[in-house]
């Protein structure tokens, strides 16, 4: 069964502080074309820069989200994602006149009743989700960090927390589905300990953070002159006072467990840069802005593959990523030139592994040498440069219709001869990546062990008729 993608019905706006810059800004929900994705609009700018909200134009996560383009950026937009993001909006554009989305009160309520108040509109094309076929998991040990993606018929959040701080300690919850998304998860706030936002204060941060939008967890036995020092940085006229559950000003609770499932909705509002939804189920154990978009990145990388097999893979070979018949779609080689059986490991914009099976019946071996046949060097290095020719093509909108050019080899070195019956293993892995020109270090080996190397300089052209 079919999904239809969808966008709202009207546009709504929004006025308030952004936490970190303190500048008051107004943001504009307003429907989009069903193929534009979420786009962020900066109209206070010149040229007001359109910025698509995708993992490939975020420039920095040290204080939320920020993602930007040719200097022009938008930050701490995760909650106004994850608001899009749990409402199962595809398409959406969003104007806003200033540098940060407003903080609101800390958590998505606002912006999700504000679209939902806008209406849902079903749009004339189909919605396509990010699949996988096995567990896909990131780690970052110096972080403590796990997460493990799993097929599923749908998105679901497994988020576990552990702080070791006497308030807050270790929770847990889980997202079964998104229709679960206003009522468990929306009105979660961002937190933050006492200790670290005195330290944000003191730099100069979070100019326009209060204990009104955010929850700001106290240290047991916190003194009656420290409440008084804080009450002086946020210059509140009333005192401060901590809750049993260790709050500052005494903020009930919106759920038991309202930190870690805050954790789930920054998730969600950082998996909508993959500019796709998601089938699969996401377990996570401490994961935050940083890690998750390490995680996208992945991701990215996984689904720039699938994007490429759709286009030139019509085979049902999972283990191969180009075989024979996809190679032909996008190198113009063809026997008894064509050196690149398959294509068995690929990484967008960073490696590629290929395989050539070298047999007695190639040409080459009928004067390379008679009765001591071996592969010629030269065309070891024709085999690399033709699997790292397809490098570049993840980047070309019609990649078919163009050619890689090498401008140089350098360093080739070769340590031992290939026979008949050998299998050569090209394993490309890229140096520098630019639209129509790559830098790549290229081996090969047959069974573990290197036969040949070298630097190669690849140049994209347009593929004259």
Same mark, same amino acid.
């Given at each position: 069964?079919?999904?239809?993608? /969808?966008?709202?019905?009207?546009?709504?706006?929004y006025?308030?502080?952004? *936490?970190?810059?303190? &500048?008051?800004?107004?943001?504009?929900?307003?429907?989009?074309?069903?193929?534009?994705?979420?786009?962020?609009i900066?109209?206070?700018?010149?040229?007001?820069?359109e910025?698509?909200?995708?993992?490939?134009?975020?420039?920095?996560?040290?204080?939320?989200t920020?993602?930007?383009?040719?200097?022009a950026?938008?930050?701490?937009?995760?909650?106004?994602?994850?608001?899009?993001?749990?409402?199962?909006?595809?398409?959406?554009?969003? &104007?806003?006149?200033?540098?940060?989305?407003?903080?609101?009160?800390?958590?998505?309520?606002?912006?999700?009743?504000? +679209?939902?108040?806008?209406?849902?509109?079903?749009?004339?094309? &189909?919605?396509?989700?990010?699949?996988?076929? !096995?567990?896909?998991? $990131?780690?970052?040990? &110096?972080? =403590?960090?796990?997460?493990?993606?799993?097929? %599923?018929?749908? *998105?679901?959040?497994?988020?576990?927390?552990?702080?070791?701080?006497?308030?807050?300690?270790?929770?847990?919850?889980?997202?079964?589905?998104?229709?679960?998304y206003?009522k468990?998860?929306?009105?979660?706030?961002? $937190?933050?300990?006492?200790?670290?936002?005195?330290?944000?204060?003191?730099?100069?941060?979070?100019?326009?953070? %209060?204990?009104?939008?955010?929850?700001?967890?106290?240290?047991?036995?916190?003194?009656?002159?420290?409440?008084?020092?804080?009450?002086?940085?946020?210059?509140?006229?009333?005192?401060?006072?901590v %809750?049993?559950?260790g709050?500052? =000003?005494?903020?009930?609770?919106?759920?038991?467990?309202?930190?870690?499932?805050?954790?789930?909705?920054?998730?969600?509002?950082?998996?909508?840069? +993959?500019?796709?939804?998601?089938?699969?189920? @996401?377990?996570?154990?401490r %994961? !935050?802005?940083?890690?998750?978009?390490? *995680?996208?990145?992945?991701?990215? /990388?996984?689904?720039?593959?699938?994007?490429?097999?759709?286009?030139?893979?019509?085979?049902?070979?999972?283990?191969?990523v180009?075989?024979? =018949?996809?190679?032909?779609?996008? @190198?113009?080689?063809?026997?008894?030139?064509?050196?690149?059986?398959?294509i068995?490991?690929f990484?967008?914009?960073?490696?590629?592994?290929? @395989?050539?099976?070298?047999?007695?019946?190639?040409?080459?071996?009928?004067?390379?040498?008679?009765?001591?046949?071996?592969?010629?060097?030269?065309? @070891?290095?024709?085999?690399?440069?033709?699997a790292?020719g397809?490098?570049? *093509?993840? /980047?070309?909108?019609?990649? /078919?219709?163009?050619?890689?050019?090498?401008?140089?080899?350098? =360093?080739?070195? $070769?340590?031992?001869?290939?026979?008949? #019956?050998?299998?050569?293993?090209?394993?490309?892995?890229?140096?520098?990546?630019?639209?129509?020109?790559?830098?790549?270090?290229?081996?090969?080996?047959?069974? #573990?062990?290197?036969?040949?190397?070298?630097? $190669?300089?690849?140049?994209?052209?347009?593929?004259?008729?």
């Amino acid at each position: 069964m079919t999904e239809c993608k /969808q966008t709202i019905g009207s546009s709504v706006s929004y006025t308030g502080i952004g *936490l970190h810059s303190g &500048e008051i800004s107004t943001i504009t929900f307003k429907p989009a074309g069903s193929e534009e994705g979420i786009v962020f609009i900066r109209v206070d700018l010149p040229h007001k820069p359109e910025i698509p909200a995708d993992i490939d134009h975020v420039v920095d996560i040290s204080r939320g989200t920020t993602i930007g383009i040719n200097g022009a950026t938008v930050g701490t937009i995760e909650h106004v994602l994850s608001a899009i993001k749990g409402l199962n909006i595809d398409n959406i554009r969003i &104007e806003i006149n200033g540098p940060e989305a407003p903080v609101a009160d800390g958590s998505p309520i606002v912006f999700f009743n504000l +679209l939902k108040q806008a209406g849902l509109v079903p749009q004339d094309s &189909e919605r396509v989700y990010f699949e996988i076929d !096995g567990p896909i998991s $990131f780690s970052a040990p &110096e972080d =403590n960090v796990d997460v493990v993606i799993v097929p %599923s018929n749908e *998105l679901k959040v497994t988020f576990m927390i552990d702080y070791k701080h006497p308030y807050l300690g270790t929770q847990y919850t889980w997202l079964p589905n998104l229709d679960v998304y206003e009522k468990e998860f929306a009105g979660a706030r961002t $937190f933050c300990f006492i200790k670290e936002i005195l330290q944000l204060k003191e730099m100069g941060l979070i100019k326009g953070g %209060s204990l009104e939008n955010a929850l700001v967890i106290a240290e047991p036995g916190i003194s009656e002159a420290e409440l008084k020092h804080l009450q002086d940085v946020f210059g509140y006229h009333k005192e401060v006072t901590v %809750s049993p559950e260790g709050i500052l =000003n005494s903020h009930p609770l919106r759920y038991y467990n309202e930190f870690v499932r805050h954790k789930v909705v920054d998730l969600l509002g950082d998996i909508a840069l +993959l500019g796709m939804p998601i089938k699969g189920h @996401i377990l996570a154990a401490r %994961s !935050g802005h940083k890690t998750n978009v390490e *995680l996208v990145k992945k991701l990215r /990388q996984i689904q720039k593959k699938q994007e490429l097999q759709q286009l030139y893979q019509k085979g049902k070979n999972k283990d191969v990523v180009f075989d024979i =018949n996809a190679i032909m779609r996008i @190198i113009p080689h063809r026997y008894p030139f064509l050196l690149v059986d398959k294509i068995v490991e690929f990484i967008p914009g960073e490696s590629l592994v290929g @395989i050539k099976n070298v047999t007695i019946n190639e040409p080459f071996f009928q004067g390379h040498f008679p009765g001591h046949p071996i592969m010629p060097g030269v065309l @070891i290095v024709e085999g690399m440069a033709q699997a790292g020719g397809i490098m570049l *093509l993840n /980047q070309l909108e019609n990649p /078919q219709d163009h050619v890689a050019y090498f401008g140089s080899i350098d =360093n080739v070195k $070769f340590r031992k001869p290939v026979m008949p #019956g050998d299998t050569l293993r090209y394993e490309l892995k890229v140096i520098s990546l630019k639209r129509s020109l790559a830098k790549m270090h290229g081996e090969t080996f047959v069974d #573990g062990e290197k036969v040949a190397e070298g630097d $190669f300089l690849a140049m994209i052209t347009k593929r004259e008729d």
